[in-house]
Nanobody, 123 residues
């Protein structure tokens, strides 16, 4: 069992930056691929970014590529999402997720999920 806790959300003006963190407890963190998703009000949850077991491969949604960076520190059991040049349309609850299989990365049925952290981007 893996428990995931997100932090770092908040209110920021358009053009600003935030860094989200996802800290995991439980089994070996490096045994899981990690993903970030978001869900805006009235919309479906969507994939934002993903990272392989040791960070060698990263994946991004087109809407955030070039602005967001996913990373991980396996020694700290933590994954990060650096968000720059934020836009109002980035407003959402952001969730991190973990999966034991690389094939699960980015899927909405990843094995473990955090409870989310709210990011609000104002004009």
């Amino acid at each position: 069992q893996v428990q995931l806790v997100e932090s770092g959300g908040g209110l920021v003006q358009a053009g600003g930056s935030l860094r989200l963190s996802c800290t995991a407890s439980g089994r070996t963190f490096s045994s899981y691929v990690m993903g970030w998703f978001r869900q805006a009000p009235g919309k479906e949850r969507e994939f934002v970014a993903g990272i392989s077991y040791h960070g060698g491969s990263t994946y991004y949604a087109d809407s955030v590529r070039g602005r967001f960076t996913i990373s991980r520190d396996n020694a700290k059991n933590t994954a990060y999402l650096q968000m720059n040049s934020l836009k109002p349309e980035d407003t959402a609850v952001y969730y991190c997720a973990a999966d034991r299989s690389i094939q699960g990365l980015g899927r909405r049925d990843m094995d473990y999920w955090g409870k989310g952290t709210l990011v609000t981007v104002s004009l």
